[in-house]
């Protein structure tokens, strides 16, 4: 998936728009490699704990890392463990066991098999507070999404639409794709239907301000940002594709390609600020929680390392901040051949 970001929020801001600063001085890139590592994504951050994934060359397997520490996440008895999401000290992810079937779950502290009743397979995406969201698939061909408080598991799913996919939580607010993207509030669906578009997927929500993207045609994507009232389309000035994958408050991050390649992007409501690992060949933004973002990026010898990028410190935004996207894109169901033996690289 790729990314550029310009805001086109009326037509007087669209022409003070100028080509991204890149961010260098006085910002800090931390490369997220857990011991033994020969490949690793970041999916999500909250405060200063990182979660992902990585491959040792056999297994993949979850982790935490809190400034200082790596923690492996491993479900007991797993042959692959994938980890999603973040929220406090939950952290949900999906693993497949030794029959080569999927199940969700939630760790804080001790692990959780999480199964939707009736279904064969089972994914987790997310978490904000108790709240846990995901995916399942009951058998039918058809996937629908739900959110479980404590024991009680609530179905997901938009009228009409042949999979709902749910990708994104806070509080109660969740964000994903069925027909169109759309924001659920726990009671009535919100249709984000860009203009022109041929389908979208909202990824990513902070209390009410939703991102995602969506293509109009062809096989290039555009950024959105919806806060409520307004559409913005965003796309990163000079990028051929942009997709925003993360927002806290009013702070938008995501991934653009351009004829120098793809990077990634900060979007604080003014002013679009690249973010480009050193010596990287590709940088993919996940996920931000106040001033951190986290994500992976590709080195000269095309492997992959997942990362955290510390910048200024941002308002807290006062309500929920969303913790997760597990794996980036429209497609979250490749996992389960994708991610048994290492992350998966980004597509542009």
């Known amino acids: 998936m790729s990314v550029r970001l310009v805001i086109l929020v009326c037509a007087a801001l669209a022409c003070v728009i100028t080509s991204p600063p890149d961010a260098k001085a006085g910002l800090v890139y931390l490369s997220l490699d857990p011991p033994g590592s020969v490949a690793s994504q970041a999916t999500a951050i909250s405060g200063s704990n990182a979660v992902g994934y990585y491959s040792n060359g056999s297994i993949t397997q979850g982790f935490l890392f809190d400034g200082s520490t790596y923690t492996t996440i491993s479900y007991p008895g797993a042959i692959s463990t994938n980890t999603r ?65 404590g024991s009680t598991f609530k179905t997901v799913y938009v009228p009409g639409s042949f999979n709902t996919i749910a990708y994104a939580v806070s509080g109660n607010n969740v964000a994903g794709t069925g027909i169109w993207a759309f924001l659920y509030n726990g009671s009535s669906y919100l249709t984000i239907n860009p203009p022109g578009a041929t389908c979208s997927a909202a990824v990513s929500v902070s209390g009410n301000n939703v991102v995602g993207f969506y293509k109009t045609g062809g096989t290039n994507f555009h950024g959105f940002l919806y806060n409520g009232s307004d559409f913005i389309t965003l796309d990163v000035p000079g990028a051929t594709s942009t997709q925003a994958t993360g927002v806290y408050g009013n702070n938008v991050v995501g991934f653009f390609t351009d004829g120098t390649g793809t990077r990634s ?11 480009d690992y050193p010596e990287s060949t ?25 990362f955290e990028y510390q910048s200024a410190a941002v308002p807290e935004p006062s309500s929920l901040t969303l913790l997760s996207i597990g794996a980036v894109g429209m497609i979250g169901y490749a996992w389960r051949r994708r991610y048994r033996n290492k992350p998966a690289a980004a597509s542009s």
């Open 85 to 149: 999401g973040i929220s406090g000290s939950n952290i949900v992810g999906i693993y497949e066991d030794a029959s080569g079937n999927f199940h969700g779950y939630l760790y804080n502290g001790v692990y959780s098999s999480i199964d939707v009743p009736g279904a064969t397979y089972t994914e987790t995406t997310g978490v904000s507070g108790n709240n846990i969201i995901g995916n399942s698939q009951p058998g039918n061909g058809h996937y629908s999404g739900f959110i479980l408080n």
């Open 265 to 275: 992007f900060l979007y604080d409501g003014s002013t679009y600020t690249t973010l």
């Open 282 to 306: 590709l940088t993919v933004a996940t996920a931000i929680d106040g001033s951190n973002v986290v994500g992976y990026y590709l080195d000269a010898k095309g492997q992959t390392h997942g």
